[in-house]
């Protein structure tokens, strides 16, 4: 078992900036791709970022590309979100995802079988 706790959340105005991070514990944390999604009222859980095991690879949605970073420090089991140039379409509940089993992270939440709980992201316009 993986157990994932989120942290960073809050209110920003548009155009600030904000920070995420995800502690990790269960499992060792180089062995797990990592990712962050969010979900807005009334709307599906979508993609945000992801990042391989070493933090080599990382990928993004179209929407948050060049204004949100995925990143992660294998020694204190974390990994981060910076998000800069916040929009008000940006207000979510933001999760970080884990799976041990996955080659290359994935863009689908149905590839990662561990989530946190999730914190919420509200930009103000």
């Known amino acids: 078992q993986v157990q994932l706790v989120e942290s960073g959340g809050g209110l920003v105005q548009a155009g600030g900036s904000l920070g995420l ?12 791709a990592m990712a962050w999604f969010r979900q807005a009222p009334g709307k599906e859980r979508e993609f945000v970022a992801a990042i391989s095991r070493r933090g080599s690879s990382t990928y993004y949605a179209d929407s948050v590309k060049g204004r949100i970073t995925i990143s992660r420090d294998n020694a204190k089991n ?36 561990f989530w946190g709980q999730g914190t919420q992201v509200t930009v103000s316009s």
């Open 21 to 32: 991070s995800c502690a990790a514990s269960g499992r060792t944390f180089s062995d797990l």
């Open 78 to 113: 974390t990994v981060y979100l910076q998000m800069n140039s916040l929009k008000p379409e940006d207000t979510a509940v933001y999760y970080c995802a884990a799976d041990p089993d996955l080659a290359a992270p994935s863009r689908s939440d149905r590839s990662y079988d």
